[in-house]
């Protein structure tokens, strides 16, 4: 593309819609993809699959573009970080609104993520980390997005800002120095604090995980973050200089237990029981 092209392409408006079939499609939209004959092998693949349309581009030449992404595509979750591989661009000639009856509805406010966070050559810092492990086993509704995001910082802040209802963060956590190791708890992040000019925001650093500085990065980016749940271990290590892997006895015993507590907050919450009405 020479430097006429490219101008050409800047100067295009960006479309927020496009009709195929007499129906308005938007980005948002779901269709099912019917590329055509001859084409890329890796797009003929996808035939007949549903998809979200996750933008609508415009070529120099007026050409429409809807970028998608696959419903059952495993990474389709990777939020702002998806990578290239997980889009795929069709012509509008090459997909289809889904029929009403083919429709997944979604209740809204109801999203989910829960997050494992933590350094398992830490010791007892691995706790989050080993307990979304865990959770990965078990079935979750529709909605439920479990993830271990380890020490990636950066990561974790951009899947906050993908609108999830509720957030549960999974990590080992002193509290306020009063239980014995192993102790769970769950607190909710104080928004005042967190949001106050006194407050110092930090940095995220690329070996480590503070969930206040992630929480603050977040929303320093734009992220209208909602509730914010901590479900918290008391460590009794964090291992000696050199590092440790593995979890101290009380808090590998604490595991089984955080896993039981998280399933109970996941199902208060999708029944509109949490929190408790006062």
């Given at each position: 593309?020479?430097?006429?092209?490219?101008?050409?392409?800047?100067?295009?408006?960006?479309?927020?819609?496009?009709?195929?079939?007499?129906?308005?499609?938007?980005?948002?939209?779901?269709?099912?993809?019917?590329?055509?004959?001859?084409?890329?092998?890796?797009?003929?693949?996808?035939?007949?699959?549903?998809?979200?349309?996750?933008?609508?581009?415009?070529?120099?030449?007026?050409?429409?573009?809807?970028?998608?992404?696959?419903?059952?595509?495993?990474?389709?979750?990777?939020?702002?970080?998806?990578?290239?591989?997980?889009?795929?661009?069709?012509?509008a000639s090459e997909v289809e609104p889904v029929p009403a009856d083919e429709q997944v509805t979604e209740v809204p406010g109801k999203r989910i993520l829960i997050a494992g966070?933590?350094?398992?050559?830490?010791?007892?810092?691995?706790?989050?980390?080993?307990?979304?492990?865990?959770?990965?086993?078990?079935?979750?509704?529709a909605g439920v997005r479990i993830a271990d995001f380890g020490i990636r910082g950066f990561d974790l802040a951009y899947a906050l800002m993908e609108g999830y209802e509720t957030t549960i963060l999974l990590d080992a956590y002193p509290g306020d120095g009063q239980g014995e190791p192993g102790t769970l708890f769950v607190v909710e992040p104080d928004w005042k604090e967190l949001s106050s000019p006194a407050t110092r925001p930090g940095l995220i650093e690329p070996h480590a995980m503070n969930p206040l500085n992630v929480l603050r990065m977040a929303t320093s980016m734009g992220g209208q973050l909602k509730r914010v749940l901590l479900v918290g271990c008391v460590p009794a290590t964090l291992g000696p200089e050199e590092g440790q892997i593995g979890l101290s006895e009380p808090v590998t015993a604490a595991v089984d237990e955080a896993v039981k507590l998280v399933n109970s907050l996941v199902t208060r919450i999708l029944a509109g029981e949490f929190p408790a009405k006062k």
């Open positions: 593309m020479n430097e006429w092209e490219w101008q050409l392409l800047e100067d295009k408006c960006p479309a927020d819609s496009f009709e195929i079939m007499g129906v308005k499609v938007r980005k948002g939209g779901r269709v099912k993809l019917r590329p055509r004959d001859g084409g890329d092998i890796f797009d003929i693949a996808l035939t007949g699959k549903i998809a979200v349309v996750e933008s609508i581009e415009q070529d120099y030449e007026g050409k429409l573009h809807v970028c998608v992404v696959v419903d059952d595509d495993p990474g389709r979750d990777i939020g702002l970080m998806r990578q290239p591989g997980h889009r795929f661009f069709f012509a966070i933590g350094n398992i050559f830490l010791a007892d810092d691995g706790f989050g980390v080993e307990v979304a492990g865990r959770l990965a086993n078990c079935v979750f509704p």
